[in-house]
T-cell receptor
Framework: GENVEQHPSTLSVQEGDSAVIKCTYS??????FPWYKQELGKRPQLIID?????GEKKDQRIAVTLNKTAKHFSLHITETQPEDSAVYFC????????????FGDGTTLTVKP | DAGVIQSPRHEVTEMGQEVTLRCKPI?????LFWYRQTMMRGLELLIY????????DSGMPEDRFSAKMPNASFSTLKIQPSEPRDSAVYFC?????????????FGQGTRLTVV
C-alpha cells in the first residue's frame, strides 16, 4: 500500500520568513496530493492540492510543487504570519483506493512574532 | 450543504460502557472515513467505506470497535466496551472518489473521554 513520509516533524520560523515542508510517497499510481492545515482544537481543512498532471500550483502565499519522477512533493509558505502556526498534513491519493488518502505524520509549524 | 456532521461533539463515559459516534457525510459523497487522533499516535485511519461498503477496516484496533454505514447519509462507529485508552478525538470525513479523487471534508470531531 501507499506510504507517505513527511519532514520535518516540527518547524519554527520567524514571522516573515519562509517555511518548507517535504513529503515523499511510494505508490506511483497516486495522482492527487492534498495538503491540510489543522489549527489547535479544530478539524483538518484543505489549504491547497495538486494533481499529477501539473508540477506546481500557487495560491497567494502558499505553493505546492510535485516531482512525479522522484515521488516527492513540497509545501511552501512565504511571508509567514503567526496565524500560519498549525499542524500541516500532506496526503497522497490513488484512483484505485476508493478515495482514500494516506496521510503523513504531520508537521507542527510555529511562527514566532 | 452543512458539511460533515458528527455527533456528539463531546462524550464522557465510564469504562465498560458502550459508546456510539455518529456521522452524516456530505450529500453526493461516496466515500466515508473514520479517523482517530491522539497526541501519541497522530491521525489514524480506522475504517473507510465506498458506496456504503466497508473497503478496509485494518485500522480498527480491536474487536471492541465496529462501524456501519446502513445508507449513504449515515454512519456509526461503536466501541463496546470502552476503555480509558480509547480516549481521543474521532473524526469522520467524506469525499467523492472516482476516476478523479477529491479532497476529504472533515467533521468537527467527537472528543471522547473514557474514565
Amino acid at each position: 500500500g501507499e506510504n507517505v513520509e513527511q519532514h520535518p516533524s516540527t518547524l519554527s520560523v520567524q514571522e516573515g520568513d519562509s517555511a518548507v515542508i517535504k513529503c515523499t510517497y511510494s505508490d506511483s499510481a497516486s495522482n492527487y496530493f492534498p495538503w491540510y492545515k489543522q489549527e489547535l482544537g479544530k478539524r483538518p481543512q484543505l489549504i491547497i492540492d495538486i494533481r499529477s498532471n501539473v508540477g506546481e500550483k500557487k495560491d497567494q502565499r502558499i505553493a505546492v510543487t510535485l516531482n512525479k519522477t522522484a515521488k516527492h512533493f513540497s509545501l511552501h509558505i512565504t511571508e509567514t504570519q503567526p496565524e500560519d502556526s498549525a499542524v500541516y498534513f500532506c496526503a497522497a491519493s490513488s484512483p484505485t483506493n476508493a478515495g482514500k488518502s494516506t496521510f503523513g505524520d504531520g508537521t507542527t509549524l510555529t511562527v514566532k512574532p | 450543504d452543512a458539511g460533515v456532521i458528527q455527533s456528539p461533539r463531546h462524550e464522557v463515559t465510564e469504562m465498560g460502557q458502550e459508546v456510539t459516534l455518529r456521522c452524516k457525510p456530505i450529500s453526493g459523497h461516496n466515500s466515508l472515513f473514520w479517523y482517530r487522533q491522539t497526541m501519541m499516535r497522530g491521525l489514524e485511519l480506522l475504517i473507510y467505506f465506498n458506496n456504503n461498503v466497508p473497503i478496509d477496516d485494518s485500522g480498527m484496533p480491536e474487536d471492541r470497535f465496529s462501524a456501519k454505514m446502513p445508507n449513504a447519509s449515515f454512519s456509526t462507529l461503536k466501541i463496546q466496551p470502552s476503555e480509558p485508552r480509547d480516549s481521543a478525538v474521532y473524526f469522520c470525513a467524506s469525499s467523492f472518489s472516482g476516476t478523479v479523487n477529491t479532497e476529504a471534508f472533515f467533521g468537527q470531531g467527537t472528543r471522547l473521554t473514557v474514565v
